[in-house]
Nanobody, 120 residues
């Protein structure tokens, strides 16, 4: 019933920028928490940013801190991740994920991901 669909991935040169999008459906309201994670080959899943439903706070964690910006458009049920100053080590599959209210490592709902490749 709940569906998250990411888009916006692709190939970008190091130092470039990219904006990822995620559209959410099947959630009863915009009070849910939603954020972005990524997973590179052979690496553990890493959280990047998340906005909570109850607190209305946006969190930035991990190696992307300072280079990513999360935004939310409640009218469109969409969230975005603006990524700047991209590095080859940012190459990964990027996922959006949601839960009922709070941001945490093991979110309940996940999209299938969008691949970002950063060339040297």
């Amino acid at each position: 019933e709940v569906q998250l669909v990411e888009s916006g991935g692709g190939l970008v040169q190091a130092g470039g920028s990219l904006r990822l999008s995620c559209v959410a459906s099947g959630l009863t309201s915009n009070e849910y928490a939603i954020g972005w994670f990524r997973q590179a080959p052979g690496k553990e899943r890493e959280g990047l940013s998340c906005i909570s439903g109850t607190e209305g706070s946006t969190y930035y964690v991990g190696s992307g801190k300072g280079r990513v910006l999360l935004s939310r458009d409640n009218a469109k049920n969409m969230v975005y991740l603006q990524m700047n100053s991209l590095k080859p080590e940012d190459t990964a599959v990027y996922y959006c994920a949601a839960d009922i209210t709070s941001c945490h490592r093991e979110m309940k709902y996940w999209g299938k991901g969008t691949l970002v490749t950063v060339s040297s």
